[in-house]
Structures are given as C-alpha cells and as structure tokens.
C-alpha cells in the first residue's frame, strides 16, 4: 500500500520526529510505499485563512494563529495519491482522507491538559487564554472527525481525547518502541547504583524544578540533569539559590516553584559559592555517553506534569534502573508501578527525596525494583508497536 | 465541550473582543471549508484496496475528480500562486547559474594548460633541487626545509591535538550509520577517501560494513594498517579516477572538499558519480562557514584548508553533477543543541526568540554540515 505519512515541520529532530521516522521504515520493510507530506512550520502564511489578524492577536494568541494556519494548510494537503494517510502532530489530523488513521500523540497542550496551569503561571492572561482556547476547540471538535481511527500515543493520550473530545471508540492505544530498549535489553546491568539521573528536553511541562528540589534533601548524592531546553535556565538559576547555605528546604513551595509565583530571586547571586551545588547539567549527550550514564544510576527521576508516554522512563528502566514519578505524571503512572519497578509519589522536592532516599538506603531493593524495571521495558518494542499500527491500518482499510 | 472550562471566558475588555471578532472570523472560515459536501467523495465500497494490483475503475474516476477539485480550487488560495512565482523564479537563478559554471569550465580548461606546464617546471625544479640536495648531503652540508615526511608526521599530530579526540569523532559518526542501514541498494563496499586516522572505517568494521580507506598521508597508513585496517596509500581522487564504473556502493569524504581546488571538487564529484552504483550514496562533510565563528576564524586553523564551500553551492553542484536525493544536514553545534533547533510542539519562541535563535546559529551554531547524495538508482 501506499502510506502518506502527513506531518508538520518544526525543523527540530525530536524524539517524535524519530518514532515517525522508525515507523515509515518499519513499514518500508514491511513492502509498503511510505511517501510523506510535510507542512513546513516556518512557510505557513501569516494571515490563516485570508483574515487579516489584528495586532492583539498575533501578540497574544499566536500559538492559536498558527494553529489555524497550520489547519489551512492541512486541509489543502493532496492526498489522493495514498492508499492511506498517516497523521502526526495537531493539526494534521484534518487532513482528508477516507482511510486516515491519525498517530495521535498529543492536543495543543496548553489549550486542553495544561490549560489552568498554563495561565496560573503567568504565561497568558486568563480571557485571552480562554478565547484562543474556544477557537482551537472549536476547529479540533469539528476536524478530530476526520480520521476513522485513532492510535493515540499512550493510556494518557487516550484517556485525554475521552475526556476533553468524547472520543473513545475509535481510537486504540500505539506503545512506541525503543531503540535504546532494543540496543540495551541484553546488556548486564550495572552493579552500581551511584547518581540520580533526570533524562528530558527540559521544557515547563517537564517540572526539572522538583529535581532539582529533592536533590538538595540528598546531598551525599550527585544529581545528573541531561538534556537542554527552554526551562533550563531558570533551573540553573533554582539549583544556585537553594545550594546557597542556610535555605529552608521544607518551606520552598514547589507548586508555586512550577508556576512562577515562588519569592523573587536574590540579588545577591554571586555569594554563592562556585561549585556547592549537587546537581550537575551535562546538555545533551550523544547515546553512548546517556548508556553510560543510565548504566550506573540509582534511579531516573521523571517529574514531568501529565507526560504524553514517557520514553526516557522506559529506556531507564531497560537499563534495570527503578524510576520515580508522581502522582499526576500522565503516561509515566502506566509505566511505573508503584513500588514494584520505581515509586509514584506526590509531586513535591520532599516526597520525591524520600522515595530516592529508600532506594540509596537499600541497594537490595533497588536491585529488585531494576529487574522488575527491565521485565517492564521488555514489552516496549517495535514489534508491538508494528502490531498495534498495522490493526490500525486494518481497522481504516477495512 | 468547548466552553473554557478550565480558564473561564473571562471578563470581556475590549482587546479580547477585538480578538475574540477575529478569531471567529478565521473559525467561521475554516468550519466552512466542507469537504466531505465539496469535496468529491471516495468510492462508496471503500473496501477495494486503492493501489495493490490494477486500481479500480472508479479509484480512478474518484482520483480524476479529486485533481480536477484541487485544479479548480487550489488557485483560490494564493499560496500556490506565490509558490509558482518562488519556483519559476528559482527556475531563472538556476539557468543563470548553470551558464556562469558553464563558463567557469571553459576558463577552467584554459588554465588547465598553463598548470600542466608550471608543474612541468616545477617537477624539473624538484628534481633539481633533489639533486643538489643529495650532492650537499654527501659533503655534510645539513638540507634545512622540511621534507614531505616531517610535514605527515607534522599533520598527523596537528589533527590529533585539533580535530577532537578519536572516541568524540567516532561518537559523531555514528549520525551517517542510519544512511547506510537504510539505503536499499547495497553501499558495500564503502570507500573513504582521505580516511585519516580512520575513525570511519573502524567504526564501520565494528558494525560489519566493509569499507577501505584511501590516504596520502603516510603516518595515517601506517596507524591504521596496524590498527588491521584496509587502507591504501594513494591520491583518493587518483584512486577514483581509474575505479572501475558502478564498482562501490557509498563514497565519504570527511572534511576533504575544503582542501580542493574547483577543479578538482568537480573531478571528484564526477568520478564518484562515475565509480558508485546506480543508487549509491555519497557522503562529503565539510566545515560549516554559515556559522561566523567557523567562517571567520576556526576554519582558517588547519594551513591545508583552502577555502569553505557553502552548502548550497556544494549541493547545487552535486545536483549538476548528475546526483540526486541530495540532502544538506547540519552537524555538531557549538552549544549541543539539535541542529537547527526552533520552536516544539508547545514552546514555541516569540520573535525575540526567533532573533536569538539566529544569533545562536551565527554564533553557537552547526560548525561543520554534511552532503548526503546519491546516484540514480536506473543509469
């Protein structure tokens, strides 16, 4: 058959862009034709659908203004070619076609599961943020009826396209593999459990800001932050103010840490000393070094707010590393289990801390945890996840 | 259902009016657009596979009457008009540039001439000067001047102390191995032409590809061939020049175009064309001089580099050369940043934003990119 993989264009090669990549391969070696259409991002014309937008709008709903370009762009996609269409990011799930299976990882965010706490961290101001939210719902309500089936990324996914779009019988759930899990399932895991690793591209959603947090509750213990991103900097900033001695950590509130509304920083940035901190920021790290990282960790924490699936949990754990995660972490609740291969815990520095503090206390206990963790990352492969796309290609096809 | 529950609608001021005016305009526009009314539908027995075998008649129609829909429709839009002008214009520069290389070439070939009579003179002025040299020697007068080995040698550890170490080089190879594992033609065996302290063949060896290195810096040999590589001590674009036509599947030049003259750029591309199979791939990587800090000083380190080549040109005369599925990719910025990093899914710059990431490019950006090409895979 001949696959159109229809997506949009970021000019950034993330970890979607490379589940999407292994999966036109995948079906490449499976005999059919992949061919993709992409929408670039940056050529999308400023003014959706022939309206010209007034300044408060391009100012303060731009996310929502090149959304509905993004929709306008989709929906001109000639897709008379394919035999099926592939949909990726929002919104290529417009894009028409009468056998569009829509690989559904996630809405536009901060118009669906991180609206509130969106706007209660400042970032956009509440009626604007509810207008541009009515008008993205409005499109997503109509073009959501476009594909006959969904995969959606995760548990979370599903459940989130159930709760906010009452769709619930056409979509199935698309575990996407690991090529780490592939690469180091075999391999002996580490006898060591030395630091805490937190794996992400450190955006707000990913709340870094508790690492960093329980990190301070531990410091006999080094903490590894991998990965760039747009938070990191305030991060950094966080990790240096409460290295600074005599920091109350108990009365640091950590929702207020997420949501911008904690005291304003010190004036005083330089008292600190150089180098008290136990938190290290390596960037990012090419895959043989992030190996070597996992390999001796103690554990992964993943403190990230409703997580769309969770892949850097599961390449900790194919390395038998347990994982923490709280309690409202989304797709990472349905991959770890609480006190079999990691802990879910409320989110908060302290909680997170003593969850951390159990596996340091007992390598016995991490020991077991790490190999629950690696039965568990077992399951994720690319096998399944072929499996699962090729019922949902049955299921538009048929 | 798509109330603001979570944020309210909020008190009405009037600049969410205004807004709220307009994007009831655009959502008024795009629930218009109603395709499964306007837009000719599928065949009704949509369990005939569309594609598998001889398409059916109506697969047919229903394709027919799509194109006619967009045919119809699509100049509607403008971005298609827009599109037309950006390629007809595109379609000029191109002709344009396709005459001044044409023109090149022929100054090219004229100067050829006169080269080929300066070396002339220069192999007799060699020799000579050999020659005396020897007669020197033999009274126990010193010779000073480096000789071809010292500068090897020189090379060697000039490359060691700058070009990274050999595990950091080795780590960013690893980016070129999903090419080779993709390809579906086969790229063995893999010929690296100035394989230096062969990084790239030892990485290649380790994963199973057989690959053979072609070098003229002696100290480079002899390291690999103790290493128990496959490396041959000679000119690469010589060694390509008598390959034998369609006898290799891929071709990589790591950091060598920026040491050829045009000329020789050219040979080299001709000759790969020449010696890869129909469907074989090329791989050149270069440093990346859109990056100031690489364009103005880095590059100038290594005395051997000639000039940078600009990744559109260095595509453009891939293109010209007869390669195809040409690819430029942009490799190891300064900060670790993915290449060509911009706005995600959900955290999107502003255009402050936008306005550092250029600066960021500029400064903190790719240092090195790289050509990834291949032959047509009939002819």
Redesign the interface.
Known sequence: ??VGIVKPD?????G?EAVVDRVG?ELERRGHEVARATVP??GL?SD????A??E??RH?????V?Y?AM??AF??V?T??F?VVLST?PPSFAT?H??HLSLFY?H???YYD???PY?AAGFA???????????V???D??FLGVPAHFLAGSEEVAARLHE???IADRVSVFHAGSGVVEAHLADEPGPRFEHVLCVS?H???KRTELFVHAMKYLPDREGIVVG?G?RLDFVRDLDARLSAPGVDLDAVGDAELWLNRAEPRPAARSTRAAGASNVRFT???????LADLYRDALCLVAPAFREDYGLTAIEAMAFGRPVVATSDGGGLTAVVDDGVNGFVVEPTGAAIAAAVRRLADDPDLARRMGSAARERAASFTWERAMRELEAGIERV?? | MTGGDATGAGRPMPQTDELAEYLDAVVERALADEPRRNRPRPPDDASTPVGSGVPAARNLAYRAARKAYHLALRPQMGVNEELRRGVAALQGEQAAARVEIATLRDQLLALQGEVAGLELGLAQLHATTERIAAALEKVGVEVPGASEERLDAMYAAFEEEYRGTSDDITRALEFYLPYLEASPVDVQPVVDIGSGRGEWLRLLGSRGWKAVGIEVNKAFVDECRAAGLTVELADGLAWLGSAPPASVGAISAFHLVEHLELRRLVDLLDNALRALRPGGLLILETPNATNLAVGAANFYLDPTHLRPVHPDFLAFLARHCGFVQVEVKFLHPVDGRPDGAGPGDHDAPTPADQMAERVRWALAGPQDYALIARRPAAG
Do not use: C, K
Not at chain 1, 60 to 64: K, P, R
């Open positions: 058959m001949r970021y000019g950034i090669a993330g979607f391969r991002v940056a014309p959706p659908y022939g309206v937008v007034p408060t709008a303060d709903a731009w996310e929502a090149r509905l929709l306008e929906r001109a000639d008379s070619r035999d990011q028409e009468p056998r996630h536009l965010r901060i991180l609206s509130a706007v101001d509440e009626a604007t943020h509810g207008r541009a939210q009515q008008a719902r409005r499109v309500d109509r906010f779009n009452g591209r955006e707000w959603p760039d747009g960037g990012r790290v090419p895959d043989a070094r096809t048929a």
